[in-house]
C-alpha cells in the first residue's frame, strides 16, 4: 500500500481493496448535499409545481436507485448489499434545498460512498428538473456527515 492508501499497492497502482478477511458489522453513513438556486425555483421544487411533475419523489427514487448501482460508477467500490437507504429533502433558507443520504449494510466494508453518490444524484436530479427555469443553479457542500461501524470506528462533522 503506498502512503496508506488502501486503493493503491506498494507500486503504486491501483487495485480493489480485499475485504475478504474483514468482520460483518453493523455500517452506516449519512452524507448530504445542497442545491442553491433563485428563492423563487426553490419555492417552485419545493411546492412541487415543475412543469416536469414531482421533483422530490424524482430525486429520491433517483438517489435511492444511485446508492444501489455505486459499485457500477466508483470503480474501486465493492458491490455491497444494502439493508437501508433513505433520502430525505428539505427547504434550506429560501434560496437552497439540503439533501440528507442515510445508507445502511451489515457487511465487511462501509457505505459512504453510497450515501455520497445517492445524495448528489438526488440533488442532480432536481437540478436536472428545474434547469428550465434556474440554470445558474448550484450543487454545492457534498459531503460525508457521518458513519459509524467498521475496523476505523464511528465519524461525526464537527
Known sequence: MADGLTHLNARGEA???????KPATRRRAVAQARIVGQPQTIATIMGGSLKKGDALAVAR??????????????????PIPLTKVSVEIAEHGEDAILIVATAETTGQTGVEM????????AALTLYDMAKAIDRAMVVTDICLMEKSGGKSGDFVRA
Open 114 to 121: 453510497e450515501a455520497l453518490v445517492a445524495a448528489s444524484t
Open 15 to 21: 487495485h480493489i481493496v480485499d475485504i475478504a478477511g
Open 61 to 78: 427514487i433517483a438517489g435511492i436507485m444511485a446508492a444501489k448501482k455505486t459499485a457500477e460508477l466508483i470503480p474501486l467500490c465493492h
